[in-house]
Nanobody
């Protein structure tokens, strides 16, 4: 079992920045993929960014604005979000995958115009 705890969400004005953190605990395997998904009001959950080892993947809508990184010693993945837009408003979910898939409880990010 893997537990994921997210932090760092909140309310920010358009153009501002936030950094999300997700700390993993439990039975962690080194080849895992960690990342972030989001679900906006009335929308389906969508991929934001993932990282496996040094390989990163981003949704087109966040490329150049968001940066995903991980600290393996701390078992933590980060999402630095810059130049935030109102359309980035969503619940952001941390995601972990090795032999199984795990999700965090979700954290609200609200961007006001």
């Amino acid at each position: 079992q893997v537990q994921l705890v997210e932090s760092g969400g909140g309310l920010v004005q358009a153009g501002g920045s936030l950094r999300l953190s997700c700390a993993a605990s439990g039975m962690i395997f080194g080849f895992n993929v960690m990342g972030w998904y989001r679900q906006g009001p009335g929308k389906q959950r969508e991929l934001v960014a993932t990282v496996q080892a040094t390989n990163t993947n981003y949704a087109d809508s966040v490329k150049g604005r968001f940066t995903i990184s991980r600290d393996n010693a701390k078992r933590t993945v980060y999402l630095q979000m810059n130049s935030l837009k109102p359309e980035d408003t969503a619940v952001y979910y941390c995601h972990y995958r090795d032999f199984s898939t795990y999700w965090g409880q979700g954290i609200q990010v609200t961007v006001s115009s």
